[in-house]
């Protein structure tokens, strides 16, 4: 071994997405990779992780300053680790049951072996007394697989999902093994502080050290667009007066047809003026049943409303269904009037922070109170995402808010953001551990 790495990342993807250049591979676009990269640098440190493709073996490699050691996944684990038990036992666990979960011991058996090739993984990479990081649902018994084989190693755990409540966990047919593979860190972080009392709640006193911090995004990484695009794009919509804007992953928590009918029942009342609504969403999971048919449902309503209200050349919703370059994400976000973030439940949702970093000072947000964001973005139109009339009270009030009570609200949400971002959350999270 050539390298220090006495600092580690393991996280389930690997920083970097394959691409058609010469080195093969381009950062990916995440706020993690840039939080942590310094830090990577800083310390000679390497990421552990899945390199996003089932079936393919590659060797450890260098990546601007960063030494990736790639795990590979089998197509069978990648279907009962990644789909199965982290993306339809975990994730609708996770997040309260919008879908239900389905738990199968096939399953659970692959998650602990994936997870047991990770730990080894990092316990051969880690220089001695290193510091571990271990990221995320997906890779929750790292941590104790991990201490057991290197109990000089420091392990720190971050959930970037919500906790569930310990009536909800108790579900969990492996509940007492996720929990011992995580009381094997240090100190485990969360998003609000609603997720440490139900872990807590659960593990009582004498479990791992805790403590909530908020992750925030690289205000660098995404700029807002200039005047000239912004306008470009306005008229591309056929310069309405009202531009509203969605931006997810296709996934059953975001919120996505909710936020549809509500803009469909405002249509109906014909309150809402000349509106164009945009709708960014990556496709995400697409082999899992629950997102095939959020997305058909999305697409559907999409496709009514255009129907029902739009014109030849001009529909209300233009609806993209692939990755939007982020080089072109501030320019949306800045050419946004209202911001529509409806999740049922989220983490924390950096989509809202882009666009508080990005926006224009007049615009504003309408977001659900079940972000883990609504914590610090309380200046937003809140609303409850079960409620169809409660988005449409949102949207309402944000379309028709007074300019400078709207320039105020966005100005102390900007400030929030900006003096809070992710190089900030991986301090304050590594100087706790
Ligand atoms: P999640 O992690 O659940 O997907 P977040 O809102 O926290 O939700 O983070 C999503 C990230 O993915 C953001 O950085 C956002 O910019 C990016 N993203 C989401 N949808 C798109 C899209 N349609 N095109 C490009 N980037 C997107
Ligand atoms: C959420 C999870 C991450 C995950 C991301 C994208 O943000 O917290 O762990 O990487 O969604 O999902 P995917 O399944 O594509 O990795």
Same mark, same amino acid.
């Given at each position: 071994m050539t390298r220090d790495n006495a600092f580690v990342v393991v996280a389930n993807r690997l920083p970097v997405d394959r691409t058609a250049a010469p080195s093969g591979w381009q950062a990916s676009p995440g706020g993690l990779v840039a939080a942590l990269a310094p830090v990577l640098r800083e310390r000679s440190g390497c990421w552990v992780g899945w %390199? /996003? !493709? %089932?079936d393919v073996e590659i060797a450890p490699f260098e990546f601007e300053g960063i030494s990736l050691r790639p795990v590979a996944l089998s197509a069978r684990e990648f279907e009962d680790?990644? !789909?199965? +038990? #982290? *993306? #339809? #036992?975990l994730w609708p666990l996770y997040h309260d049951l919008i879908v239900a979960p389905s738990y199968e011991a096939a399953w659970w058996e692959a998650y602990q072996e994936v997870n047991r090739k990770f730990a080894d993984a990092a316990a051969a990479a880690a220089a001695p007394g290193a510091t571990v990081w271990v990221q995320d649902y997906q890779l929750q018994l790292v941590p104790g697989l991990l201490k057991q084989a290197r109990p000089d190693v420091t392990v720190g755990f971050f959930l970037h999902i919500p906790f569930p409540s310990p009536d909800l966990f108790r579900q969990l047919p492996w509940r007492d093994e996720i929990t011992r593979g995580l009381a094997g860190c240090d100190l485990i972080g969360f998003q609000r502080e609603e997720d440490e009392r139900n872990f807590r709640a659960l593990v009582g006193p004498s479990g791992p050290r805790s403590g909530t911090f908020p992750i925030s995004i690289d205000p660098q990484a995404i700029r807002p667009g200039g005047q000239e695009d912004v306008e470009t794009l306005r008229e591309r919509l056929g310069a309405p007066e009202t531009v509203m804007l969605g931006v997810d992953r296709m996934d059953y928590t975001k919120g996505i047809l909710q936020r549809l009918l509500a803009v469909e029942c405002l249509l109906e009342q014909g309150t809402l003026g000349r509106v164009a609504v945009v709708q960014l969403t990556t496709p995400s999971r697409e082999r899992i049943e629950h997102y095939q048919q959020t997305r058909r449902e999305v697409e559907e309503a999409v496709g009514r409303i255009n129907g029902r209200f739009g014109e030849v050349g001009r529909p209300i919703v233009h609806y993209i269904h692939r990755p939007v370059p982020k080089a072109e994400l501030g320019t949306y976000y800045r050419a946004a009037d209202v911001m529509l973030v409806t999740p049922f439940k989220d983490g924390m949702n950096l989509v809202a922070k882009e666009f508080v970093s990005c926006c224009a000072d007049d615009a504003a947000l309408v977001l #659900? !109170? +079940?972000? /883990?964001?609504a914590v610090e973005l309380?200046?937003?139109?809140?609303? *409850? %995402?079960?409620?169809v009339g409660s988005i449409q009270e949102a949207i309402t009030a944000a379309v028709g808010d007074h300019r400078d009570a709207r320039v105020d609200d966005m100005r102390a949400m900007r400030r929030a953001v900006l003096g809070h971002d992710v190089f900030d959350w991986a301090r304050e999270f590594l100087g706790a551990l």
């Open positions: %390199p /996003g !493709e %089932p680790f990644y !789909e199965g +038990f #982290s *993306n #339809s #036992s #659900s !109170e +079940f972000a /883990g964001a309380d200046r937003a139109h809140l609303c *409850n %995402p079960f409620d």
